[in-house]
């Protein structure tokens, strides 16, 4: 597997390597042993989530300020714009944002520490989004940051035909970033899940 780094330094772009001939391909999407040596984190994830949304659909941005998830995230069919942020109040990246394009194709995957608020937009008729957890979905810490925010002004690439995109009400009625509730500067010195 190699590992990718983006401007965010804690977010990273993993490949694996595909062994693939006239029958298909196989690849090992995810080991512990490689995932610490690669990216230097050793985590435990313990929640496997799979979401299908059509052309147009954005979640996010969301995050959980108590029990705070890392995630790892791939895209087995179709074709995203994936989007992590800093929300790590201290951090110097803290408010910048990184987007990739993640697909079946490019078989990509991207490690979103927990701090970072995320989110994705679907490019292809459908996709089928996977991923990680290194900690438990609670309801009562999530919140989500509105999609078109001012100040993060992330350039999503909407498709063609889409003024906006499609939205739950808990994204549409998300907050503004300078309002939100952020992770603490003693967030950054924790011990990682």
Same mark, same amino acid.
């Given at each position: 597997m190699n590992c990718i780094p983006t401007d965010l330094p804690d977010v990273l772009i993993l490949e694996p390597r595909v062994f693939g001939d006239q029958r298909g391909f196989f690849l090992e999407s995810f080991n512990a042993r490689t995932f610490a040596s690669i990216t230097g =984190?050793? =985590?435990n994830f313990v929640q496997d989530n799979h979401s299908r949304s059509a052309r147009g659909v954005l979640r996010g941005l969301h995050y959980q300020i108590e029990q705070a998830q890392g995630k790892l995230v791939r895209v087995t069919e179709g074709e995203v714009y994936d989007v992590a942020v800093d929300?790590?109040?201290g951090s110097p990246t803290f408010g910048r944002w990184i987007g990739v394009t993640l697909s079946a194709t490019n078989k990509r995957q991207l490690w979103v520490p927990a701090g970072?608020?995320?989110g994705f937009l679907v490019l292809s008729e459908f996709a089928e989004?996977?991923?990680?957890?290194?900690d438990f979905y609670a309801p009562a810490f999530e919140r989500a940051i509105v999609w078109n925010d001012p100040t993060l002004a992330?350039?999503?690439p909407l498709p063609a035909g889409f003024s906006e995109p499609l939205l739950a009400d808990k994204d549409r009625n998300g907050q503004l970033f300078a309002a939100a509730e952020v992770f603490p500067e003693s967030f950054l010195n924790r011990e990682q899940p």
């Open positions: =984190v050793d =985590v929300l790590r109040r970072f608020g995320h989004f996977l991923y990680k957890t290194t992330i350039d999503w």
